[in-house]
């Protein structure tokens, strides 16, 4: 098998798969933190500020994520099918216009957060290098998907907008107005899941030290976003009101 194909295989596995790979972040994660805290018998986030800081990053990659979300129509730039890529259209404005992968980099942004607070340098360059290998070959399989089914209006596109870091000069407006219904429906869990993610860490910490100096900010978002998710979880299930045409 030549190697651009096999690396589409690849990338269409992981891709399939792709919803396990914070969970098995979040997991080493842990326990890096968990092992340092045994091994220095310390708390190794250091400061309620550097949580919060830690918590930004990852509420930025959030915000990413809703703005690509929010802007983008029906059958693209989504959670996709089991099955493979969906698109019924080639989005090139708005974010698209600046970035070819911003849920990626939205993703990577909410899972740095996390990382971060482990305070280990080795596990946050292992974190960094296993998600370029793990997304490049979903970011090439969904590539190659693109160009053959949009052909010159795909590589046109390409060639001038990057791939993962942002050119901001190159924005152009998008050609669709914002859905609050759509964030509302597929993003729903994103800020329970990073707040409760952060109050594990922070109660393991504590718990480890015999401290109970908790982070009453991320405790009381934790609390705010779980009842929000359950919220819209009753909405969806229940009713049609975040349903929408496009």
Request: aromatic letters at 18%.
């Amino acid at each position: 098998m030549a190697l651009k194909e096999e690396l589409e295989e690849q990338g269409n596995w992981l891709f399939r798969y792709r919803s396990m790979l914070p969970i098995g972040i979040l997991l080493i994660a842990l326990l890096v933190f968990v092992q340092a805290n045994i091994q220095y018998n310390k708390i190794i986030t250091c400061s309620t500020s550097y949580e919060l800081f830690c918590l930004f990053i990852g509420v930025i990659g959030l915000a990413i994520r809703i703005y690509t979300v929010g802007y983008t129509p029906k059958n693209t730039s989504g959670r996709n099918t089991h099955e493979g890529q969906v698109a019924d259209t080639l989005n090139t404005t708005g974010i698209y216009s600046i970035v070819r992968h911003p849920l990626y980099l939205g993703n990577f942004l909410m899972w740095l957060g996390p990382a971060l607070l482990t305070v280990n340098t080795w596990f946050i360059i292992a974190f960094i290098l296993f998600y370029w290998i793990y997304y490049e070959r979903i970011m090439f399989a969904e590539e190659q998907f693109l160009e053959r089914k949009f052909g010159e209006s795909y590589t046109n596109w390409a060639k001038r907008v990057p791939a993962f870091i942002p050119n901001f000069s190159l924005f152009q407006k998008s050609a669709f107005p914002f859905s609050m219904k759509k964030v509302l429906k597929k993003e729903k869990n994103g800020l329970f899941a990073l707040f409760l993610i952060f109050a594990v860490f922070d109660f393991v910490g504590e718990w480890l030290n015999n401290h109970s100096h908790f982070n009453n900010f991320i405790i009381a978002g934790t609390v705010i976003t779980m009842v929000m998710y359950i919220i819209l979880k009753f909405i969806k299930s229940r009713t049609g009101l975040l349903n929408e045409n496009r």
